[in-house]
Protein backbone atom coordinates (compact mmCIF):
# COMPACT_ATOMS: atom_id res chain seq x y z
CA UNK A 1 0.00 0.00 0.00
CA UNK A 2 1.45 3.19 -0.96
CA UNK A 3 -0.34 6.93 -1.22
CA UNK A 4 0.62 10.41 -2.44
CA UNK A 5 -0.07 13.05 -0.24
CA UNK A 6 1.02 16.96 -0.86
CA UNK A 7 0.33 17.66 2.91
CA UNK A 8 3.73 17.68 5.23
CA UNK A 9 1.74 16.11 8.15
CA UNK A 10 -1.38 14.10 6.74
CA UNK A 11 -4.55 13.32 8.65
CA UNK A 12 -4.20 9.66 9.40
CA UNK A 13 -6.75 6.99 10.95
CA UNK A 14 -6.70 3.50 11.23
CA UNK A 15 -9.75 1.35 12.51
CA UNK A 16 -9.17 -1.37 15.43
CA UNK A 17 -8.82 -3.98 13.39
CA UNK A 18 -6.77 -2.91 11.23
CA UNK A 19 -8.62 -3.22 8.15
CA UNK A 20 -9.67 0.42 7.56
CA UNK A 21 -7.61 3.28 6.73
CA UNK A 22 -8.04 6.77 5.75
CA UNK A 23 -5.71 9.43 4.74
CA UNK A 24 -5.79 13.10 4.01
CA UNK A 25 -4.09 13.48 0.43
CA UNK A 26 -5.04 17.03 0.41
CA UNK A 27 -8.31 17.04 -1.49
CA UNK A 28 -9.81 14.44 0.68
CA UNK A 29 -9.76 11.47 2.63
CA UNK A 30 -8.51 8.13 1.00
CA UNK A 31 -10.04 5.40 2.12
CA UNK A 32 -8.44 1.35 1.71
CA UNK A 33 -9.33 -1.73 2.88
CA UNK A 34 -6.93 -4.19 3.62
CA UNK A 35 -4.32 -2.69 2.03
CA UNK A 36 -6.62 -1.91 -0.87
CA UNK A 37 -7.60 1.56 -2.16
CA UNK A 38 -11.77 1.56 -1.10
CA UNK A 39 -12.75 5.05 -2.84
CA UNK A 40 -12.47 8.92 -1.17
CA UNK A 41 -14.73 10.78 0.89
CA UNK A 42 -14.73 14.69 0.32
CA UNK A 43 -13.31 16.55 3.27
CA UNK A 44 -12.43 19.82 4.28
CA UNK A 45 -9.38 21.19 2.49
CA UNK A 46 -7.28 21.69 6.17
CA UNK A 47 -8.87 19.04 8.37
CA UNK A 48 -7.87 18.38 12.20
CA UNK A 49 -7.77 15.26 13.27
CA UNK A 50 -9.65 12.16 12.41
CA UNK A 51 -11.12 9.24 13.91
CA UNK A 52 -12.67 6.01 12.60
CA UNK A 53 -15.21 3.70 14.80
CA UNK A 54 -13.68 0.34 16.26
CA UNK A 55 -15.09 -1.42 13.23
CA UNK A 56 -14.28 1.25 10.12
CA UNK A 57 -18.00 1.48 9.78
CA UNK A 58 -18.13 5.72 10.14
CA UNK A 59 -14.81 8.21 10.71
CA UNK A 60 -15.19 11.75 11.60
CA UNK A 61 -13.35 14.60 10.64
CA UNK A 62 -12.96 18.51 9.58
CA UNK A 63 -12.43 21.66 10.48
CA UNK A 64 -14.91 24.34 12.08
CA UNK A 65 -17.71 21.90 10.79
CA UNK A 66 -17.13 18.26 11.64
CA UNK A 67 -18.62 15.62 9.10
CA UNK A 68 -19.32 11.84 10.40
CA UNK A 69 -19.29 9.61 7.58
CA UNK A 70 -20.95 6.47 6.30
CA UNK A 71 -17.31 4.41 5.22
CA UNK A 72 -19.02 2.03 2.91
CA UNK A 73 -21.63 4.24 1.35
CA UNK A 74 -19.28 7.59 1.62
CA UNK A 75 -22.08 9.00 2.09
CA UNK A 76 -22.38 12.08 5.18
CA UNK A 77 -24.92 11.20 8.46
CA UNK A 78 -24.01 13.74 10.68
CA UNK A 79 -22.66 17.94 10.61
CA UNK A 80 -21.41 19.36 13.83
CA UNK A 81 -21.11 22.46 14.10
CA UNK A 82 -18.16 24.35 15.97
CA UNK A 83 -16.64 27.73 17.18
CA UNK A 84 -13.41 27.54 16.01
CA UNK A 85 -13.20 23.40 14.65
CA UNK A 86 -12.23 21.03 17.08
CA UNK A 87 -9.55 18.45 18.67
CA UNK A 88 -8.73 15.81 19.40
CA UNK A 89 -11.41 13.41 19.02
CA UNK A 90 -12.22 9.84 19.48
CA UNK A 91 -15.14 7.94 18.95
CA UNK A 92 -16.96 5.52 22.02
CA UNK A 93 -16.41 1.06 21.77
CA UNK A 94 -19.43 0.80 20.20
CA UNK A 95 -19.84 4.18 17.85
CA UNK A 96 -22.44 5.34 19.00
CA UNK A 97 -20.90 8.80 20.92
CA UNK A 98 -17.64 10.66 20.21
CA UNK A 99 -15.60 12.91 22.44
CA UNK A 100 -13.55 16.22 21.21
CA UNK A 101 -12.61 19.58 22.73
CA UNK A 102 -13.58 22.77 20.50
CA UNK A 103 -11.00 24.96 20.40
CA UNK A 104 -11.64 27.98 21.02
CA UNK A 105 -13.20 28.21 24.62
CA UNK A 106 -11.61 24.70 26.16
CA UNK A 107 -14.97 22.74 26.19
CA UNK A 108 -14.96 19.41 26.15
CA UNK A 109 -18.73 17.68 24.53
CA UNK A 110 -19.50 14.27 24.59
CA UNK A 111 -22.16 13.92 21.19
CA UNK A 112 -24.34 11.13 20.49
CA UNK A 113 -23.78 10.84 16.55
CA UNK A 114 -27.05 8.93 16.33
CA UNK A 115 -29.10 11.63 17.58
CA UNK A 116 -26.88 14.26 16.41
CA UNK A 117 -27.19 15.97 20.14
CA UNK A 118 -24.60 16.65 23.05
CA UNK A 119 -24.93 13.88 25.60
CA UNK A 120 -22.77 16.36 28.05
CA UNK A 121 -20.35 19.51 27.78
CA UNK A 122 -18.01 20.65 30.52
CA UNK A 123 -14.94 23.05 30.18
CA UNK A 124 -11.49 21.88 31.21
CA UNK A 125 -10.88 24.16 33.41
CA UNK A 126 -13.64 23.10 35.51
CA UNK A 127 -10.50 20.62 36.66
CA UNK A 128 -9.06 23.51 38.70
CA UNK A 129 -9.90 27.51 38.51
CA UNK A 130 -7.79 28.81 36.01
CA UNK A 131 -6.91 25.81 33.88
CA UNK A 132 -6.48 26.42 30.44
CA UNK A 133 -3.98 24.12 29.34
CA UNK A 134 -4.03 23.16 25.44
CA UNK A 135 -5.59 19.35 24.90
CA UNK A 136 -3.02 17.42 22.74
CA UNK A 137 -4.45 13.72 23.42
CA UNK A 138 -7.44 11.96 24.05
CA UNK A 139 -8.58 7.79 24.72
CA UNK A 140 -11.22 5.98 25.83
CA UNK A 141 -10.95 3.34 28.65
CA UNK A 142 -11.59 -0.50 27.80
CA UNK A 143 -14.93 0.05 30.00
CA UNK A 144 -16.22 2.86 28.26
CA UNK A 145 -16.46 4.89 31.22
CA UNK A 146 -13.80 7.16 31.67
CA UNK A 147 -12.77 9.69 28.74
CA UNK A 148 -8.54 10.35 29.18
CA UNK A 149 -7.20 13.53 27.80
CA UNK A 150 -3.81 15.04 27.63
CA UNK A 151 -3.39 18.32 28.40
CA UNK A 152 -0.13 20.53 28.29
CA UNK A 153 0.65 23.14 30.80
CA UNK A 154 3.74 24.67 29.93
CA UNK A 155 6.61 22.03 30.96
CA UNK A 156 4.35 19.66 32.21
CA UNK A 157 1.50 17.45 31.18
CA UNK A 158 -1.90 16.39 33.21
CA UNK A 159 -3.37 13.04 32.26
CA UNK A 160 -7.24 14.52 33.17
CA UNK A 161 -9.59 11.19 33.60
CA UNK A 162 -13.57 12.09 32.78
CA UNK A 163 -16.25 10.33 34.05
CA UNK A 164 -18.81 9.43 30.81
CA UNK A 165 -21.58 10.22 29.64
CA UNK A 166 -21.75 12.92 32.56
CA UNK A 167 -17.87 14.54 32.01
CA UNK A 168 -17.40 15.06 35.33
CA UNK A 169 -13.60 15.26 36.14
CA UNK A 170 -12.95 11.91 38.46
CA UNK A 171 -8.34 12.36 38.49
CA UNK A 172 -5.63 14.47 37.21
CA UNK A 173 -2.22 13.21 37.45
CA UNK A 174 0.78 15.00 36.70
CA UNK A 175 3.45 13.74 34.19
CA UNK A 176 6.91 14.80 32.67
CA UNK A 177 5.15 13.74 29.25
CA UNK A 178 1.93 11.77 28.87
CA UNK A 179 -0.01 9.93 25.85
CA UNK A 180 -2.84 8.70 25.30
CA UNK A 181 -4.91 7.71 22.23
CA UNK A 182 -8.10 5.29 20.81
CA UNK A 183 -9.93 2.44 23.10
CA UNK A 184 -7.14 0.22 23.84
CA UNK A 185 -7.27 1.71 27.46
CA UNK A 186 -4.02 2.56 28.55
CA UNK A 187 -2.12 5.99 28.70
CA UNK A 188 2.10 6.16 28.19
CA UNK A 189 3.56 8.39 30.73
CA UNK A 190 6.96 9.16 31.72
CA UNK A 191 7.62 10.03 35.17
CA UNK A 192 10.97 10.12 37.29
CA UNK A 193 12.62 8.74 34.23
CA UNK A 194 10.57 5.90 34.10
CA UNK A 195 8.10 4.85 31.06
CA UNK A 196 4.88 3.75 32.75
CA UNK A 197 1.60 2.26 31.02
CA UNK A 198 -1.42 3.20 32.92
CA UNK A 199 -5.01 1.80 32.80
CA UNK A 200 -7.37 4.44 32.49
CA UNK A 201 -10.05 2.72 34.50
CA UNK A 202 -7.80 1.75 37.04
CA UNK A 203 -5.12 4.19 37.47
CA UNK A 204 -3.40 1.97 39.98
CA UNK A 205 -2.76 -0.35 37.84
CA UNK A 206 0.76 0.33 36.40
CA UNK A 207 3.38 -1.36 34.02
CA UNK A 208 7.13 0.15 33.75
CA UNK A 209 8.50 -0.47 30.76
CA UNK A 210 12.15 1.10 30.09
CA UNK A 211 12.10 2.41 26.50
CA UNK A 212 13.62 5.55 25.06
CA UNK A 213 16.75 6.16 27.44
CA UNK A 214 17.48 9.22 28.71
CA UNK A 215 15.09 12.54 29.12
CA UNK A 216 11.63 12.77 27.03
CA UNK A 217 12.25 15.22 24.53
CA UNK A 218 14.42 12.54 22.92
CA UNK A 219 10.64 11.08 21.70
CA UNK A 220 8.92 13.14 18.93
CA UNK A 221 6.16 10.84 18.77
CA UNK A 222 4.41 8.16 20.57
CA UNK A 223 1.68 5.70 19.36
CA UNK A 224 -0.28 3.25 20.92
CA UNK A 225 -2.04 -0.27 19.57
CA UNK A 226 -5.64 -0.45 19.59
CA UNK A 227 -5.04 -3.42 22.32
CA UNK A 228 -3.22 -1.00 24.86
CA UNK A 229 -0.06 -3.29 24.79
CA UNK A 230 2.28 -2.39 22.35
CA UNK A 231 3.87 1.61 22.02
CA UNK A 232 5.62 2.87 18.94
CA UNK A 233 8.04 6.43 19.23
CA UNK A 234 10.18 8.03 16.92
CA UNK A 235 13.51 7.67 19.04
CA UNK A 236 15.53 11.38 18.78
CA UNK A 237 18.65 9.89 20.47
CA UNK A 238 19.42 9.35 17.11
CA UNK A 239 21.49 11.79 14.79
CA UNK A 240 19.80 10.88 11.36
CA UNK A 241 17.62 13.23 10.74
CA UNK A 242 15.31 10.58 9.43
CA UNK A 243 14.33 8.67 12.64
CA UNK A 244 13.87 5.18 13.22
CA UNK A 245 10.81 3.96 14.79
CA UNK A 246 10.85 1.77 18.29
CA UNK A 247 8.29 -0.98 18.60
CA UNK A 248 8.06 -2.14 22.58
CA UNK A 249 5.89 -4.79 24.38
CA UNK A 250 5.08 -2.13 27.42
CA UNK A 251 3.70 -5.47 29.57
CA UNK A 252 6.83 -7.24 28.82
CA UNK A 253 9.25 -4.50 28.94
CA UNK A 254 10.73 -6.00 25.38
CA UNK A 255 11.52 -4.22 22.38
CA UNK A 256 9.70 -6.38 19.44
CA UNK A 257 11.31 -4.06 16.35
CA UNK A 258 13.35 -1.35 15.38
CA UNK A 259 12.53 -0.19 11.71
CA UNK A 260 14.53 2.15 10.43
CA UNK A 261 14.55 2.20 6.70
CA UNK A 262 10.90 2.60 4.96
CA UNK A 263 9.25 3.80 8.52
CA UNK A 264 11.50 6.74 8.09
CA UNK A 265 8.77 9.80 9.02
CA UNK A 266 7.02 11.92 11.14
CA UNK A 267 3.49 11.06 11.01
CA UNK A 268 2.67 6.88 11.69
CA UNK A 269 -0.22 4.52 12.86
CA UNK A 270 0.42 1.17 15.23
CA UNK A 271 -1.51 -1.65 13.84
CA UNK A 272 -3.47 -4.18 16.20
CA UNK A 273 -1.05 -6.44 18.06
CA UNK A 274 1.99 -4.25 16.60
CA UNK A 275 1.57 -6.45 13.28
CA UNK A 276 2.56 -3.20 11.21
CA UNK A 277 2.62 0.18 11.10
CA UNK A 278 1.63 2.83 8.97
CA UNK A 279 4.22 5.68 8.36
CA UNK A 280 4.62 9.22 6.13
CA UNK A 281 7.87 9.20 4.47
CA UNK A 282 7.89 13.49 4.23
CA UNK A 283 11.09 13.19 1.81
CA UNK A 284 9.08 11.46 -1.07
CA UNK A 285 5.57 12.50 0.04
CA UNK A 286 4.19 8.79 0.65
CA UNK A 287 2.05 6.96 3.25
CA UNK A 288 2.46 3.31 3.26
CA UNK A 289 2.06 0.20 5.39
CA UNK A 290 5.59 -1.67 6.73
CA UNK A 291 5.60 -5.05 8.31
CA UNK A 292 7.12 -5.48 11.64
Not at 105 to 114: F, P
Not at 133 to 142: D, E, F, I, Q, T
Not at 280 to 289: I, M, P, Q
Request: charged share 25%.
Amino acid sequence: MRLETKLPYPSMALSDDGETLVVHSGESGCLWHNGKEAGAVKMARHPGPFDLTTDGSRLIGGDITLSVFDVQTRKRLLRLRTRDGADPMVFSSDGCTVAFREISGGSLRLVDVNAGTDVATTKISAVREGYFGAVRAAGMSRSGAVLGTVVQRRREWDLVRWDLPTLRPISVDTYDYVYVSGRGGNAVALRDGHHELIDLDNPTRVFVFEGVEGIMEAVKQIRIDSSGRYVAFLDGLHIDPWLPMRIWDAVENREVAVLDDESKGQAMLLGPGAAFAIVHDRKKGLVHRVAV
